[in-house]
Each structure stands twice: as structure tokens, then as C-alpha cells.
T-cell receptor
Framework: ETGVTQTPRHLVMGMTNKKSLKCEQHLGHNAMYWYKQSAKKPLELMFVYSLEERVENNSVPSRFSPECPNSSHLFLHLHTLQPEDSALYLC?????????????FGPGTRLTVL | GNSVTQMEGPVTLSEEAFLTINCTYTATGYPSLFWYVQYPGEGLQLLLKATKADDKGSNKGFEATYRKETTSFHLEKGSVQVSDSAVYFCARRGGYNFNKFYFGSGTKLNVKP
């Protein structure tokens, strides 16, 4: 399998549930990202990992908890979410964290919080 | 506020029409500029990019030129096809804060046969 994969593709959860989103990249990249895409809003960068260390956290609420165990895998742990957290969550990777890098995106996880 | 501004959609064109989607940015330093495309039900895909002033990115008949004097990176295509129907995102990254990656709000393009 090549590229960036995300599982699950769709997730429905209640506000008291705990779930995790998974992202895996098969490109040999060293940087990975989580984005939130809400309807009619710009894409929002949530977290950046470079060489498995978090280098950027754009003031994301603590109910979102990222984990990067190695350069190929990235998780987003979800706990006590709110309905306004319903969105498409996109994972991306790039060769390094340099700004000239191209980011490669996964297909996203469509999250619905009831 | 967001430092990438692109024209609001939706944009509806007939097949073979000329396309322009405007994008302007605010930044200090010398950011890299990107256009991404998102087809229905899919994630974002890089369409083209330019990493320094006066560079022209091109791919699949789309072009955009990095204009530092007007802080613009307008997307153009001479003859659109129905298969070009998608949402197009302008983005910038870098300048003095290389970790920041800003996206525009997206412009939906509908091409009718």
C-alpha cells in the first residue's frame, strides 16, 4: 500500500466516548500533520510532528490528544468531544518539516459527534 | 485572521471555458505557495507549487505564478473540463515562521458539459 492512509474513514461517536483516529504513511517521510476541515472554514492545522517530536500545537483543546510513536504512524485520541468538533480530519505527511516541502494528504476521517 | 484570501465560490463554468481563481496572501519573508485540489469524497492533493518569486508552477494544464509585488498566486487554466470540478485551496507556508501552514477557505468549481 502506498501514500497516506487513514482509518476509520467514517466515525460516529457520543460526547462521552473515547476513540482514536489512525494515520499511516508509506512514503518514508519524517513529518506528519493533523488538520481539521469544517464546512465553509479554512483548513485548520492542529498538530505538527517532525521526527516524532511535536513542534507545533495550534491552541487545540486538550480533548484532542496526538500521539506519534514513529515516523510512519500518527494517532489522534479523542475524548469528551463536542458536537462542534464534527468535521473531516485530515492527516498529511512531508519529507521534512521544511516550508518548501510538499504535503501529501490522506483521504480523511469524517467524524460526527452526537 | 487568515493570511490567505481566495475568491469565494462556487464558480460555475462551461466546458472549455477559461478559469481564474484569485489568491492573495500576507506574509513576511519569502513563503512557499501551493494550490491543492480536493475531489468529492477525497483528501487534498497537491496541484502545483512555487517556492520563490516569479516561479511558475504548472500541472495538468493549470498554472500559477508567484507574484511577490502583488502578493498573489492566481490559478489559471485555459480550457476546463468536467473532470476539473472540485474544490481548490490556495495555501502558503513559511516566511519567518516555517512551521506555519495557512490555507484559504477553498473555491468550489463546477464545470458543466
Amino acid at each position: 500500500e502506498t501514500g497516506v492512509t487513514q482509518t476509520p474513514r467514517h466515525l460516529v461517536m457520543g460526547m462521552t466516548n473515547k476513540k482514536s483516529l489512525k494515520c499511516e504513511q508509506h512514503l518514508g517521510h519524517n513529518a506528519m500533520y493533523w488538520y481539521k476541515q469544517s464546512a465553509k472554514k479554512p483548513l485548520e492545522l492542529m498538530f505538527v510532528y517532525s521526527l516524532e517530536e511535536r513542534v507545533e500545537n495550534n491552541s487545540v483543546p486538550s480533548r484532542f490528544s496526538p500521539e506519534c510513536p514513529n515516523s510512519s504512524h500518527l494517532f489522534l485520541h479523542l475524548h469528551t468531544l463536542q458536537p462542534e468538533d464534527s468535521a473531516l480530519y485530515l492527516c498529511a505527511s512531508s519529507p521534512t518539516g521544511r516550508f518548501t516541502d510538499t504535503q501529501y494528504f490522506g483521504p480523511g476521517t469524517r467524524l460526527t459527534v452526537l | 485572521g487568515n493570511s490567505v484570501t481566495q475568491m469565494e465560490g462556487p464558480v460555475t463554468l462551461s466546458e472549455e471555458a477559461f478559469l481564474t481563481i484569485n489568491c492573495t496572501y500576507t506574509a513576511t519573508g519569502y513563503p512557499s505557495l501551493f494550490w491543492y485540489v480536493q475531489y468529492p469524497g477525497e483528501g487534498l492533493q497537491l496541484l502545483l507549487k512555487a517556492t520563490k518569486a516569479d516561479d511558475k508552477g504548472s500541472n495538468k494544464g493549470f498554472e500559477a505564478t508567484y507574484r511577490k509585488e502583488t502578493t498573489s498566486f492566481h490559478l489559471e487554466k485555459g480550457s476546463v473540463q468536467v473532470s476539473d470540478s472540485a474544490v481548490y485551496f490556495c495555501a502558503r507556508r513559511g516566511g519567518y515562521n516555517f512551521n506555519k501552514f495557512y490555507f484559504g477557505s477553498g473555491t468550489k468549481l463546477n464545470v458543466k458539459p
